[in-house]
Each structure stands twice: as C-alpha cells, then as structure tokens.
C-alpha cells in the first residue's frame, strides 16, 4: 500500500492546454451541460528556454524534487493539478530556484520557516456551483436581469429547471447548458441583495449571492466624492452640535443617529458627496486607557476592537447603523465601513482561546509601535499598536481566515458598499490581496464594492513607491494619497515648495500608479495628522491637550490668508483626477492640531464666522461642479501653465465637454498665460462666480490675490 504522500503525488496530472489561460473552472461534455472541472492549472515563463521548471507544494509535505511542468511549443509551461478541496502552498522552481507565481496574486505562509508562498484554493467538484461573472448583472432604469450559470457535477446531473429559487422573475432554465436568467420589476434606488438556489436532479444544491445598487449617485466610484466621519465626534442625535469633550481623549456623545440627521437634512447632498466613510462602528471597551503619551484615552474613535461582530451601543446600536444605510441608499449615497483586520482589544474572545494558540505577534514588553525601543522602520508588522491591542499574526492561515471572514460578516449583515482597511502597512501584503480577492468573490458582481487602503507613506517619490507596493493585479481597489496630501501642504500651506513641484509630482505618480487599476483617494488630510488650516497658520505642532491650534474666523487679513489656502487647496482635491475624500470640518476650516486635537467636535453652521460659512459655500459649489461636469471627473489632466505661484490645467472628457482650472497662491495679482487648443477656445465662463473671459491663441487670464478658476464653456449645462 502506498504512502499517502505517494498517493497524493501519483494523483497529480499535467494536462497541456491548446490556449494560454490561467484557471478553469468547467468543461462540457460534448452532449451534456456545463461540467465542474477543479484542476488548478499553473502557468511559468522559464528564466531560460532550456531551464527546468517544477512545482513544489504542501500537499505532499513540500517534496524535492516537484512535480515537473510539461513545456509547450511556445515556451511556456503548464502544470494541472488535480487536489482535494482546500487550501494549499506552493513555489515554482525554475532553473532550480524557488519563488512565487507571478501569475498569482494571492499568497500564504508556511507554517514551519514562515516563509511566503503562492496561494491555492481548490472547490469542491462534489457539489454544482452557480457562476455569476460581473458582465452577467445588468440594471437598466432600476430593472435588474442577471445571467447565471449552472456548472454540473457530472454530465448527467443536469440542472432542475423545476428547483430554481430565487426572489427575482426566473424568466428561463435551460438544463442543456445550464443558463438561468433571472430578471425583477423596477427597483427603489438603494442597494438590493438576492440570493440564487439552484439544484441538480440529485437534489444538491448550489448558491451564489448577488447585490447591486441601484441608481447611485456616482455610477463608479472614480465618479466619487467621500466624506469621512468621526461618528463620535460629528452630531448628537438629533443632529445638533456637541459639546467639547471633556478632555481630547474623551467621548463626545456623537451617534450613528446625529450623521443621519446630517444626511437627511442635506448637508452631504449640498457638498455633492456621494459616499460616507465611517469610523469604525465595533463595540469597544468602556474603561479608558494609557496613550503612549501618558493620558488617558477612551475608545471613541472605534479602533479598539472588543466584539468585531457587534455596533457599539454608545453610538446607537445595530438598528442605528441599519437605519443609516437605509436612509443613504435611499438617496443614492454608498456607505463605506472603516474595518480593523490588524489587531483587537485584549477582551475580545479570541485572545487567550486556546484553539487560537499562533494567531497573535509575541509582545515584548517594550515593542509598541512607533516608540524608541520599536521604531515603525523595523517593527511595522509585528509591532503592536499598545500594549492592550494583540496584534494579529496574519501570516497564521487560520488567523488570516478568522480576519477575512469577519470582515465579510459586515458585508452580509449591513450590505455596505466598501470598506476602508486599516494599518495595511502593518500587515504582510497577502492580508491586503485576501482581503480584496474575498470582498470581490463573495458576491456578484463585485466589483461595484471599494476596497480602500490606509497606506499611509511619505511624501515624494519614496511615497509613491509605498503606494505601489499594494496596487496592480490583486491589489488595493484605491489607497490614500499621502504624498499628494504632503505636497499640498508644501505648496499652499507652508510655501516649502512651488506649484511645478506639485506638477511633477502628479506626472510621476501617473507615470507609476496610473496603469495599476486603482483609483486614488486624495485628501487634504484625516484623523492622523494636523488640520490642514492649521499647517497654514502654523500652531499645530504643539501639544494637542496643553497648546491646542487656534481657530482662524478670518477677523484678520492674516486669518483670512489662511482660509484662503483652505479654499485653493479644496479647489485642487475637487477639480484634479482622483477620489476626493473630505475630513469632517475641512469644507469650513476647522482648526486642530496633532490627534487628539484633530478630532474636534464639529460646530454648528449658525457658529460660523462669515469668512468660514463662505469657505463652505466655496466647498460646495465645488462638489457640486464636480457632480455635474464629467470633465472634472476624468482621468485626463494636461498641464497649460505651471510657475511657483501659478498653475492652470485642463480636465476633458471627449463629449462631457472641457474644464480650465486655475490657481495663484500669490499675494498680489498675477496674469496666467493660456495656450489655445481645438477645445479650449471661445467664451468661457468661471463657474466660482468669476465671470466670462475669452480663451484661444494668446489668450491671458488675470487672477486676484490667492485665487482660483473653474471655466467652463459658456454653453455648458453645469452653468445653468
């Protein structure tokens, strides 16, 4: 009798395949219907023609030599095989060198040296499955028609036309080759969930799950424009402006309850946001801690993650957050959940569960992250947050499913439209990938749910390449971009640096980010670093509880100066290519210096000085421009002047027309140079309130101090 090792090997077959693909997932039997076929199939491009190129993997322990892959006549090489269900490792040696796929996006790690390897998840061939590709769920004015595919067991287990089930008009079920076509009456815009059953004439069954959303305000989310919030730190429940807290670490009473008053009284509607991102909602603990900074901090922000299947009843509950998502869907607004995979608090259940031995970073006392002992440069991924936050270890299979799968309880339970994935940087980068693999696969048609990134870097070009780290094939849906954000900073609040820096900035991060697939989220900051107003004035970097940032109302020239910046930099985050993502307060400069100084509460509108509430105006005639004018909302931007003082840029989009921007950052007036193009040529009109000016070859346009510009052509609809 063999060994099972033996066994296992002598059950691997290569199959040579007459197209280059990278997986299967049925056959068909040439008088049957659509056949499950779960043989992994593994493609290689050899280092050298005549190199010899193998698979090992843990099904059989990791034995050398592997299996050898069969070269085909084009040079490639090809390997299928055929596994129990689950989940495996495994590396391709060529030329007698071990490393990943690169065709694989997907890792893991082995349990014995911790070393990465590529990921493999076989089905269960013993069972149909229902396939629903993203091309094969269409809406149309609210109606929704949805193409399934039943792939059979064998060629005689056809599909029973009779045992599809589904809440949606089963409009045909052909067994032969196993479509159904599923279609519903006109929706309520929102986002609608069904689940489709079907069975076989066996009786076994097979389940797919589809939620789309219907009507949204942006139909992708390049078309978006987010507003983050600190729930505690936004409105009480009716909606009213909070108290201070009573230290900067305290709780402010704000609820889930207080932002849906905000969106239902319009104020999102008014700044053209079409997505809101929340802070965290788990329960956290009651009892405050120790910062590293020696104060004590309660868990308002939600980052201290006590049940990660549970609302925190301090900011509403469960129904609450229901009754949130409902009232944004029904206005077309997405719902994005910022999500902890990284650690939780040392209460939650898992920690010191025995079955959970392994899934936690050891602790030494001194490694919390970002102290002298345990510096962020060579601790990142298994420092811990404090010393009451157990860090995962991801690189744990078992740990890393336990993290996926709670996040993919949210989705189920809430019908949320994406998650923000915080500390990405603290995991190992296959979290990332599992993360979005899992989000994408789990319903159809996936793709319309963000997955966004906190990689928080640096600024310049060793920024951008942190960026890119976690983006391309299997990567981030989108990720902050930090070093936009500290350029910003640089050219309009601090004058570090001029306007062409900036310009060569956005060519480089396009040069390197922009084939990737990803749309940036760009901000002019969050709930991590300084008030962007702050910068301006300069009093930020004191201590947050003892020498808070002062509040600028524009009383002053100095003050006005300073809301000014705000308004140019808004005007760049809401007229560049991108996602803009507001912080809570920036539309009306609010001040705050380091966290927890940045997380102020926010004021009431009637407590705004004049200067501030025409600085929210500004801020909403912006989101608004950038709702209407599909220009604004392009990839494409094309420098047509760039000085230290002075920069204009086109945004076109084919027949959505053209849009010129324009900023000076100058103190005195200045004259910008237009050059004239095919589409930037007749009267144009400034859509901030600016008037007509005549745009063509020769064409200058004169700005005032610290100003900005949005033409648009005169006859465009978004002037109206």
């Given amino acids: 009798m063999a060994k099972p090792r033996e066994r296992v090997r002598r059950g691997l077959r290569a199959i040579v395949w007459a197209v280059l693909i990278t997986s299967c997932t049925h056959g068909e039997a040439a008088d049957g219907p659509p056949v499950r076929d779960c043989t992994a199939v593994i493609w290689a491009w050899p280092g050298h023609p005549s190199a010899s190129v193998e698979i090992v993997g843990s099904w059989d322990g990791w034995a050398s030599p592997g299996t050898s892959m069969l070269r085909r006549d084009d ?79 064998n060629a005689d287990a056809r599909l029973d036309p009779a045992r599809v089930e589904a809440a949606l008009t089963v409009d045909a079920a052909t067994p032969a080759d196993g479509t159904i076509e599923l279609s519903s009456p006109p929706l309520a815009r929102g986002r609608h969930s069904f689940e489709l059953r079907a069975h076989d004439l066996a009786g076994r069954a097979a389940r797919a799950r589809v939620s789309v959303f219907v009507d949204p305000i942006a139909p992708s989310w390049a078309d978006a424009v987010i507003y983050q919030v600190v729930t505690d730190r936004l409105f009480a429940d009716d909606g009213l402006a909070l108290a201070a807290p009573p230290t900067p670490g305290s709780r402010a009473g704000g609820t889930l309850g207080g932002v ?16 809101l991102w929340l802070s965290p909602v788990y329960a956290n603990p009651v009892e405050p801690r120790l910062g590293t900074d020696g104060r004590l901090y309660e868990g308002y922000h939600g980052y201290w993650v006590t049940d990660s299947r549970a609302v925190e009843p301090r900011i509403g509950g469960e129904q609450a957050l229901r009754s949130l998502i409902d009232s944004a869907h029904a206005r077309g607004v997405a719902v994005i959940l910022d999500v902890v995979p990284n650690h939780v608090y040392e209460t939650h259940e898992i920690v010191g569960d025995p079955g959970t031995l392994g899934w936690f970073n050891e602790h030494p006392s001194e490694c919390v992250c970002g102290t002298a002992s345990c510096p962020w440069a060579t601790n990142m991924q298994d420092c811990w ?36 994935v915080d500390a990405v940087p603290m995991m190992p980068r296959a979290a990332s990938r599992r993360i979005v693999h899992a989000v994408h696969q789990h319903t159809a048609p996936g793709v319309d749910r963000l997955v966004l990134g906190e990689v928080f870097t640096g600024s310049g070009t060793p920024g951008v390449a942190g960026l890119r780290r976690y983006l391309g094939p299997g990567g981030l849906d989108s990720v902050f971009d930090f070093p936009l954000m500290w350029a910003l900073r640089d050219v309009l609040a601090t004058d570090s640096a001029g306007f062409t820096s900036l310009d060569a900035l956005l060519d480089h991060i396009d040069a390197q980010l922009g ?39 524009g009383v002053n020239e100095l003050e006005l100066a300073a809301l000014d910046r705000v308004s140019l930099a808004l005007t760049l985050q809401l007229t560049l290519p991108g996602m803009p993502v507001l912080y809570y307060g920036d539309e009306l400069g609010l001040a705050g210096g380091d966290d927890p100084d940045n997380r102020r509460v926010m004021p009431s509108l009637e407590s705004l000085s004049p200067a501030r509430l025409a600085l929210l105006d500004r801020a909403r005639t912006l989101g608004q421009l950038r709702r209407c004018a599909p220009a604004l909302r392009s990839e494409l931007r094309q ?40 589409t930037i040529s007749g009267t144009f009109v400034d859509a901030l309130g600016g008037g007509a000016v005549e745009l063509g070859a020769g064409a200058e346009v004169e700005l005032g101090p610290r100003a900005a510009m949005v033409l648009l052509a005169a006859d465009d609809p978004c002037l109206r």
Avoid at 125 to 140: F, H, I, M
Avoid at 387 to 415: I, K, Q, S, T
Avoid at 666 to 678: K, L, N, Q
């Fill in 515 to 553: 084939g990737s697939g990803a749309v940036l989220a760009r901000m002019l900051g969050n709930h991590d670093v300084e008030r962007f107003v702050s910068t301006v004035v300069g009093d930020g970097s004191g201590d947050p509880w003892d020498q808070p940032a002062s509040q600028p109302e």
């Fill in 260 to 275: 849906q008053a905000a969106l239902e009284s319009g104020y999102f509607e008014a700044l053209g946001v079409s997505a």
């Fill in 639 to 678: 420098t047509l002047h760039v000085s230290d003082d002075t920069y204009a840029y086109a945004r076109s989009a084919g027949d959505g027309g053209v849009a010129v921007v324009l900023i000076s950052r100058a103190d005195a007036p200045r004259v910008i140079p237009i050059p004239g193009t095919s």
């Fill in 385 to 420: 947050f404090a010393p009451y936050l157990p860090d995962l270890r991801l690189e744990n299979g078992d740990a890393m499913n336990f993290a996926v799968g709670e996040l993919l309880w949210w989705l189920d339970n809430f019908e949320v439209d994406g998650l923000r």
């Fill in 75 to 153: 040079g490639w090489r090809v390997l299928g095989l055929d596994l129990p269900a689950g989940e495996y490792g495994y590396l391709v040696v060529d030329g007698g060198s071990a490393r990943l796929d690169p065709h694989n996006p997907l890792t893991s790690f082995r349990l014995d040296d911790g070393r990465e390897v590529s990921r493999l998840e076989i089905e269960d061939c013993t069972v149909p499955t229902l396939r629903v590709q993203p091309e094969d769920v269409e809406v149309d004015a609210g109606q929704l028609a949805i193409s399934a595919s039943f792939l059979a067991v």
